[in-house]
Every structure is written in C-alpha cells, then in structure tokens.
C-alpha cells in the first residue's frame, strides 16, 4: 500500500486493502500502480519463472537468502573490552514465531567459544558421590533423554536500560536471549548413576563447570538439579553449535543464562555453594544501599513488543498494523500479555499465539487499525505465579539504579506518526 | 565404554557405567583407562582449556561445527536425470527432538530454486471472487498471523522401497520430510479479503502456483483452504530460506508436499479442480489393476526408527541402548508408536517425547538393555483417527507395486551382533 493510502478512509477489518490492489481480469494492478500504470511483476515474464534455478546439489548446509542478510547477531563494540569475554545479540526485531535458529542465537563467552570433538569429551561427576565417574559423549548417549523448549536469557539482558532508554533497538535492549527445542538426559539420572549422596537434599549442591579457560563455575541447589536441569547435546534437533556449547551443556530451565554451563566439564556434589566470582562479584545486584542480592537465579517474568520498534518501524502507512512481541517467564508459563499504546495508562489483552508454556517464550499480537496516532507502545506480562511485570518506575523502586542484572521492566517505544519507533522512557 | 564390556555382566538399570568410568578422587579414569592408564583428557590440562576461543564478532550468522560436516542433506545421484528438478534428504539419522533447521530440511524443486526479493514478490487471488487482489509481501504482514509446527512430507518419500528394501540410510529411505514452526496470515482471511465466492463450499476449489517456471499448480478443496493453510513467511522463526520458498510458501497441513507451494504466486478461486500435471501423471498411485487412485492428499500415519539404522549404528557395546524415532500423520495427532525388535512378533510401546500434536513430528524412545542379540528394528504408529500403519505386506495387499508414492508402511532395520544396522524386508 502507498503512502497516499495513509490519509484514505479507514478500512474495515475485512477489507485489509480496498482501494489499494485491486486486480481486475485483463487489467491487473499492483499495490502502487493507480500512479504507475500496470506493474510489470504481474503483467510480464520474469527472469524466475523462465529460467532455471538452483539445484539441490548446491548448497549441503543451508544459510539464509542474501536478502536476509542483516538478519544476524551484532555485538556493541563498546560495551566489552574485546569480543573473546563479550555477547552478541539475537535480532528478535526480524523474528516471528517462538524458536530461535541456532545461526543467530545470541552468544555470550568468558573466554571464547571453544572446539571441542565429541571423542575428546569427558563429563566427570565428583565430590559427594558413592562412584566418582567420568562420562564419554558415548556414554550420556545412553541414558534416557527428554525433548523440551526453554528460553536462555542471560542475566545481564536490558541491563543497560536502568539508568534510562540507552540502546535503540530490541535486539539490543532484548536480545540476549534465544528459544531453542533442546534434547539431552536428565541431570537427575546421572547424578543417580554416580550415585550422588542425596540426603538433606535441601542443604546439597551441584558445582559445575565448562570445559573452556573460563570454566564459568557455577553453583546449582540440588533441587533444582534433580527437578528439571538437561544435560543436551541437541538443539533445535542438530548437534550444539561450537557457540552453544558443541557437544555438551546444561541447561537450567527459567533461570539466568550465565549457569547453563557449556562445554559442561564438571559437576561436583557439595553441602555448600562455592560462591565463585560469577555468582558473587558478578551476577548479582547491589540495591541502593549498597548491599547485594544472593542467589537470583530465576528470571522474573517479562515482555517486550519486537515490532514495531526502533529496528523494524511502521513502513505500509496507516490501516491493518500487526504489534508483535515476546513474554516468558522464568518462574512457569506466561497466562496473558497486555498492550499498552499510551504508556501504560490503557491496556489491551493480546492474543497469545499459542498457550504459554513452562520456561518458554510466548509470542503475541495484537491486531490494530492504525491511524498514524503517536504511540507510547509496551507490554506487559502474566505468568501462572500471579506475577505482573512491573514499570521501569516500580523496579526502580524496589532495586535503585547500582543493578546490571535482571532488568524485566515494561519497555517503551514512542513510533512517531510516520510510524519510526525510538527506545523512551515515560513516567 | 569400550569393547571388553560387550562381555561383562548385565548393568542394573541405575548403573549404566558400571565398571567402566570409576574416577576415584585422585585416581581419575576414564571410560576406556583400565589397560592404557590414566585418561590424559582428564589429568592434563587441554588446549582449549588453557587459550581463548572465539570471539562474538567472527560469525554473524552461525553454521555447525566442523566436526558434525556430515549431518547435511544429501541428494542421490541416479533417482532424477539433474538436480535441478530434484530433491535432496533430511540427515533424520543424525537428528533428535523434532525440529528441522532450515538449513538442512529437504528440498524439492521442480525448476530450480529461484531468488526473489521480498519488493519484487506479488500475489494474485482471482477466479471466482468480488474482488481480484494482488498482494505485496508488505500487505500480507498487515493481516492476523498464526504460528503452527507442521510436518511436510514429500508423496515421494519412502518411494524407493516399495519393490523391496533398496535405500540403505533412513536418510534416503524417510528423509524426505521436514518439521519446523511456520509464522503466517490464514489463507482463510486473504480468500475473504478478496471476496471469494464460498457459496457451495463443498465443490469449491482454488488452484495454486509458484513463481518458478515450473509453477507446480495444484488444485486444494476450498474446504481445505479455509481450515488450516497458511500463507507462511517465516519457519522456525526467521524468513524461509530460499530452497523453501523465500519470501513466501503455502502450508497444506497434514498434506504432500507438492501442495506446498513454494514461491507462491497466485491463487485462483474456482468451482472444478484443474487436474494439472502434478495431480495426474505425478503424484497419483497406480494400483494392481492399472487404475490410478485420484486425489491422496493426506499423508497416512507412518513412523520409523532413526538409531539405530543404517547410517547410525550401535557403537558403544553391550548395555542400555536407546532406540529412537519419528512418528506423524497427516490425518491428525499420533496417539501411540510400538517398537518391536523381532520382525514384528512382538511389540512394546515406546515412550514419546511429548504428547502426540496434530500434524506435527513426533518424537519417541525406547530404552532397551540391548546384550548383543540380533534385532529386526520396527515401530509403527497409530493417529487419533484409530489408524494403524500397516506392513509392507499389507500395503502391498491393497495398493500393489506400480506406486511411486504414498509409502506408509513399516519399516524393518536389521541389526547384527556388532550393532550394524541395515535395510532389509521380513515377511
């Protein structure tokens, strides 16, 4: 549809594009030719519906359309010292649906990403254990596995929004985090297997490691360990991408992405946290006075509308507009996202795509008639806890400004009336 | 776990490494230590654990690792006279979970896969309609979109086996096949845009074609197209790639794969099917007698074990196996999928993933303690229409050997003593 569309008559739902792309037999027209005459894409033969195209030998491993090509992970070179410890981040502004590929999954490393064969691969399970053992890949291909769909959301995402709107773009704000079909063996059965000494199990604790320089130690309460944390070596049905962790990581459902450790290399079984640097001088939150927060390891539930926003604005003028978003939850399953399109003084329930599930992410549209209105936009989640996503402003409150982490306020994009989309804070 | 063990006692359930990874606390072995000493994986410091790995910025968009360089797709030089009318298969032997990445689903085209940009990209519906639309990609984001996991099957697959067992991989045997999360606007609201005339639904049709010179039109009951066909622009989340159809294909849920029309350029609304090439001398079965059966749109439930099989043999020895697979139907969700090891004398029934979802792959497992015994590997499905996948034989019974398409029936690995698996026929 043309922009002369934008001063037009509203359309009704059911007529998405009177008056725009009508196509009459023998006279056909396309969205923008009332000025233009007949489009020549309908009215002549295209190279690519005369000619040949590529065969199936071409390509063994496919990668996008070089149309797509800005459809990648960035990384903000001023935001790490260099881009061996640093993150990318996942372009959740040109995505739709709830899985992310692999390719453009966000990345975050202490050390780098590693190459690790499966044949030189080794898990060792230690410490309070009647069997010490060590695991090949061979060996963890052997025990039972489960197929699940998890967020990872590093802890540190929308961590610079604190202070106020500062990255201008979702992907920027939003997009440490990725949603991938993940399959791999239940922690529980081979703590089982090493015979893992499982009494008091309320004081007990898991202490895990990566295989890289980094090793990114972690400690993990052993309920959570024997609840629902995977051992995978697949995701999104292929093997782990060297960035993922290729050929083995944990994955700890709903909570900060920092512990899904990969290149997993070592669980030690301890009646005490270890209180590493990642989960002390790191990964935590120093509130206003000063004294940090212990052990957050779940992500609070949170939503953020990825289009229209600053990277993907408004560009078929006024009428029928699709506002599409992300919610999960870290501590169950999303029950309802609203949308506000002023700033959070009216909301509106969006449709869910699909009912939420357990530690996924759920998309969600909302279906508008836009006018060309200037809109404050935001969303805001539910989860099955009871839990409400809150402003910036009660976050605030709550937490100051000294965090990093575990940002999950309600974001704000102002779209100006020709529908560009700019990060804002509203109060 | 290495050979030795082949011959060792039988594990209990709880102990799947018994005797074989004891790491005792600073007499650390590995699984294959006790003739050759101390696991230098375990005891030596590694190069990737001592250096730095990658950085963020090397890959924009991520391909696997090389190590896993033969989990691709793979055509089969003598099946087409080119690979531009071609198909290539889906590495399912080296799979799990049940998504496809795009970059290693199937392909089939009939001309070549062609590249057209999204500004060039037009849609015609005209026929029988108030008003002939053409569509831009830009108007098609404006309508209300749905997401939905869906299997396509090429009629083709599993083609090969019908006069015997030919194909030795499942890649080639059942490859031809995909299942990812599809993002798109219900064809249901684009025919209503246009005004189609949906008086006497029941003798309704549309016909559909691609923009590629071999346009591949297929007739769809309009009964069909208002339910659940999608006008999909994204599969597991990010835009189709190029070899599925960018920017734009049909979803037919539950229906071949020629149906899904890639490229798709135009859709007319009609009262008679066109019986077009794809739908008379392809794609239809000839039976026993010569007659042809017309109109077999929907995939029947169908499953198959993908490891072990040929291109996934046991390699680990004696012990807890697990055996997996894929089931589907295109007629609804998959209630249940058995396993038998002997020919189909007896069966067990396998555990799936996650409950059965309609018309979607489904996952399934059984964990066997397998002790060296020869196994004729069979699973078969059964779909919440009560339908039961039959035997070669029975489906020989009824359709006879002149088919191409439309193979359901089980499918029997072979595997021997060492655990090498291979296509074979039992009667």
Redesign the interface.
């Known amino acids: ?1 043309d922009q002369d569309d934008k001063k037009g008559p509203a359309p009704s739902r ?4 009177t008056g ?6 023998g006279a ?4 923008s030719s009332a000025a233009s005459g007949p ?1 020549p ?2 009215t002549e033969v ?1 190279d ?21 090509g800005d ?5 903000v070179a001023w935001l790490t010292a ?3 410890s ?3 981040f996942t372009p959740i502004h ?11 999954a966000f ?3 202490h ?8 044949q ?1 691969y ?1 898990l ?3 410490g309070l254990v009647e ?6 890949y ?2 963890l ?7 699940h769909v998890y967020f990872c959301e590093c802890a540190a995402n929308t961590g610079m929004e604190w202070a106020g709107a500062q990255l201008n773009g979702v992907q920027f704000t939003h997009g440490m985090i990725h949603n991938m ?3 791999g063996v239940p922690l529980r059965l081979l703590l ?2 090493a015979g893992a000494d499982l009494s008091d199990v309320a004081n007990k604790w898991i202490f895990v490691e990566g ?3 980094s ?1 990114n130690g972690r400690s993990i309460p052993m309920e959570k360990a024997l609840d629902d944390c995977l051992v995978a ?2 995701a ?4 782990l ?3 993922h962790g ?1 050929p083995v990581r944990l994955v700890v459902p709903g909570w900060e992405g920092n512990m899904w450790v990969k ?1 997993l ?1 070592r669980i030690e079984v301890m009646d005490v946290p270890v209180e590493s640097r990642e989960e002390t001088s790191k990964y935590t939150d120093t509130l206003a006075d000063g004294i940090s927060r212990k052990w957050t390891w779940a992500m609070d539930a949170k939503s953020v509308v990825t289009s229209p926003s600053p990277q993907a604005p408004i ?2 003028g006024h ?4 506002i ?1 978003g992300l919610a999960w939850s870290g501590r169950g399953a999303i029950t309802a996202v609203d949308v506000s399109l002023d700033g959070g003084k009216n909301w509106q329930t969006a ?1 869910l ?2 009912p939420g599930e357990k530690m996924a992410l759920t ?1 969600f ?1 909302l ?1 508008i008639d836009w006018r060309g209105e200037e809109m404050f936009l935001q969303s805001r989640a539910r989860d099955d806890s009871g839990y409400v996503q809150p402003s910036k402003e009660q976050l605030r409150e709550v937490r100051g400004l000294n965090s990093i982490y575990h940002n999950n306020c309600i974001q704000t994009w102002y779209v100006n009336a020709e529908g560009v989309a700019e990060n804002v804070e509203v109060s």
Chains 1, 2 share one sequence.
């Open positions: 549809m059911r007529q998405f594009l725009a792309a009508a196509a009459g037999a056909v027209a396309a969205s489009d894409l309908i295209q690519w519906a005369s000619g040949l195209g590529h065969g199936v030998d071409e390509v063994p491993y496919g990668l996008p359309i070089e149309f797509e459809v990648v992970r960035r990384n260099d881009t061996i640093s993150i990318n040109a995505l739709d649906g709830t899985i992310t590929p692999q390719g453009c990345e975050r490393h050390s780098g990403a590693i190459e690790l064969r499966k030189d080794r060792m399970i230690n069997r010490p053992l060590v695991f090949t061979a060996d291909e052997r025990f039972p596995r489960e197929n079909e993940y399959t089982e297997e295989a890289d320089a090793s070596f697949k999104n049905g292929e093997a991408r060297k960035e290729y290149w290399r560009s078929h009428g029928p507009l699709v599409t449709r795509a699909k998309r549209y279906d």
